[in-house]
């Protein structure tokens, strides 16, 4: 297993081989991604740079020579790439992992075996789950693969499909049986040249307003045989495999994109601190100290739910359907209301599209596209919404908390159980974790007193959205239920954040960094969750923001990354 000393190092190199992403003669530098975004296209310098690294090996499990071995440390390494460009990010390797899960999760020794192979040679693998007509209601998907004794037929089309015309296999989510339910659909691992290319139609490209560089296209078959062995897992096994895929990539993608933001809001620090306005600089005015500080608890709030949704894949799979709808639906949400807050700081050099400030503008626009698709905010907030009744009755204050390891980042973890996880679960440790904390939370200090008053509000919202969850009826349990059912999926949300802060100051006052087992932090950071929850809590007790501010700049000064992990930057 890779020891913490291996994972900083593969920080480092990544780091360190990417550059100062300010200088302007760097290759790979800010200047030349945005040149690239301005051609509508991805770096060719920066790919080479990955390529070089093999980056596509933190897709690939251990077993199978790649360094894929916990979802927390793809997280880590991945959000390098996305600290520069989140278009990297997704169309270099990411889109290749979406793909991949479902190999790893029910693919054959053989299967693995060839995309493994394909991925670590410098290959791409894309996933096609949607058809336009019919979004992400996958049973009413049409495109077909009809069994006909020693293969299927594909018949059909997909639409945008990230990297479809130079993907070395593709993963295709296909109607195999005309029965109604959920098992009419199965998925198929199929590679260019397993398919007659008279019979295949690469469709036009679309033009995106974000992450422009990546191309999203689509695929139109017309009745193409290919072999029976591309099948992945069981025929009509499809929806359920697809449902488990998404408990990872919807657990790891929020927290690689937290890097973007970063990049943003050091961006606005760095303009902050250098421009004088009214005689003093943009960081002493109150209201832009105040925004900065807050984008800064922002992240460390997002990064804390990521921490807790990734490690949940292997501590608590059977429960990580609801964390990992949870996670993507909050945390991109959070990071865009970041990014719009810091660019009225930013005024109006947010428009610009080039020089020192062009960047924040790119990842503006960026972010946005991780809240659309298949992973969307309704779509996780459907996932969540019919099992609330069910954690509600069974689960909340009646579940022990979760272990202390889900809240620890540099712990070590057991391997992936791709074979435990489920499609619902009727148990929930991680709010348990915010009932059991009240009666072992310290209380000495105003800022301690402040996280225990804060914590019990929390407490009791969640005996509400327990009411709440219990009364709803059959309909509102379902993706067409009325607009309250998706606000007790926010509110529940907000709810898993928060005791994911908790748990994460807890384990860091028993060992671990210095400012996280700084109670001023959380209580700031669960100030403004209560805040989003709609209250009115008490003010925070003198000296919180201050030392959060304090933060704020030292790891701009020092170079340092916005996050739980407080790495080391090249710029």
Known sequence: ?????????RVAELEQAFGDP????????????????????????AEKLLDGLVFNAEFVP?????????????????????????????????????????????????????????????????????????????????????PDGSGFRLRGAKQVINNAHRAQAWLLFSRTSDAPGSRSHSVLMVEPGQVDRERLRVLPRYETVGVRGCTLSGLEFDDCEVP????????????ELALRSFQIT??????????????????????????????????????????????????????????????????????????????????PRVLTEVMNELSVVLGARFYVRDGEFGVFQKHLRDLPVLSLGHAG??????????????????????????????????????????????????QDGLSASLVTALDELPSGTPQEQAVQGLALRLVDELHGLREAS???SSADRTSLARPHSFALADRYAVLLAASSVLG?????????????????????????????????????????????????????????????YDTPLTG
């Not at 297993?1 to 190092?9: D, F, L, P, Q, R």
């Not at 040679?121 to 693969?145: I, Q, T």
């Not at 029976?228 to 929806?239: I, K, P, R, S």
């Not at 805040?531 to 790891?555: D, M, N, Q, S």
């Open 62 to 146: 251990a077993h199978l020579g790649g360094r894929l071995e916990r979802i927390d440390t793809l997280v880590r390494v991945v959000r390098q790439a996305f600290r520069r460009d989140i278009t990297l990010g997704l169309g270099y390797g990411v889109t290749s992992f979406m793909a991949a899960v479902n190999v790893w999760t029910a693919g054959s020794a053989a299967q693995q075996r060839r995309l493994a192979d394909l991925l670590l040679d410098g290959g791409k693998a894309s996933v096609a789950y949607h058809e336009l007509a019919h979004g992400n209601d996958f049973l009413r998907n049409e495109f077909r693969a009809t």
């Open 377 to 426: 905010s309704a779509a996780c907030q459907a996932t969540i919404i019919p099992q609330l009744p069910r954690l509600a009755k069974r689960s909340w204050f009646r579940d022990a908390p979760a272990p202390a390891e889900l809240f620890r980042p540099r712990a070590d973890l057991p391997a992936i159980p791709f074979d435990r996880l489920t499609l619902a679960s009727g």
């Open 250 to 331: 919807r657990s790891a993608v929020p927290g690689m994109a937290l890097g973007a933001a970063d990049t943003g809001l050091r961006t606005v620090v760095r303009f902050a601190v250098g421009r004088q306005l009214y005689r003093r600089s943009v960081m002493e005015i109150p209201h832009a100290r105040g925004v900065l500080t807050g984008a800064f608890l922002d992240l460390l709030i997002c990064d804390s739910f990521s921490l807790a949704g990734t490690r949940a894949v292997h501590l608590l799979p059977e429960q990580t359907s609801v964390y990992g709808a949870a996670v993507k639906y909050l945390v």
């Open 228 to 239: 029976g062995g591309t099948l992945v897992g069981e025929q009509g096994q499809g929806v």
């Open 22 to 45: 300010t200088d302007p003669a760097n290759p790979v530098g800010f200047a030349r991604l945005l040149e690239a975004d301005e051609a509508r296209e991805l770096p060719e310098s």
């Open 470 to 472: 219990l009364g709803l």
């Open 1 to 9: 297993m890779t020891t913490e000393a291996g994972i900083v190092a």
């Open 504 to 564: 994460v100051w807890r384990q860091a006052r028993v060992g671990g960094d210095a400012f996280l087992a700084d109670p001023s932090w959380t209580a700031a950071a669960l100030h403004r969750l209560v805040r989003r929850l709609g209250w009115r809590p008490p003010a925070l007790p003198a000296g919180c923001e201050e030392r959060v501010h304090e933060e704020l700049l030292r790891r701009f000064h020092e170079g340092r990354s916005y996050d739980l």
